[in-house]
């Protein structure tokens, strides 16, 4: 049976267009609550979906979409696997979604799961 190791989630917040710090946070508190009490009540339509882990070849982008209406102002993604590397978590170039990419050593596949913040565009 393959060992699966868990990488640390990275998510990066995205406001008026510019990258602030990005916050690391361990993947088992990712479905958790937000890093400070409130922080939901300062966007209107605060939202977060999750693109579950699947199997994808390496370096493939795994992307996930906010509702219509809304943008993304942050996001992260999370590699799963033996010798998992998360490569790359950014915003899409239009800032409706945020895309996922990594790589595992020794296997053609790495499980790669993706989280998108999305909030009302406005």
Do not use: H
């Amino acid at each position: 049976m393959q060992a699966r190791w868990l990488t640390t989630l990275a998510l990066t917040a995205v406001v008026s267009g510019v990258g602030v710090a990005a916050v690391a946070v361990p993947a088992s508190n990712a479905d958790s609550t937000p890093a400070r009490p409130g922080a939901a009540a300062d966007f209107r339509g605060y939202q977060v979906l999750k693109l579950p882990n699947a199997n994808v070849a390496n370096f493939a982008r795994r992307t996930i979409r906010c509702p219509s209406g809304k943008r993304a102002i942050g996001g992260g993604a999370e590699a799963q696997g033996n010798d998992a590397i998360l490569v790359g978590s950014f915003p899409t170039d239009d800032a409706g979604g945020w895309v996922g990419l990594g790589r595992q050593n020794n296997f053609a596949t790495v499980g790669i799961s993706v989280y998108v913040i999305c909030a009302d565009a406005s």
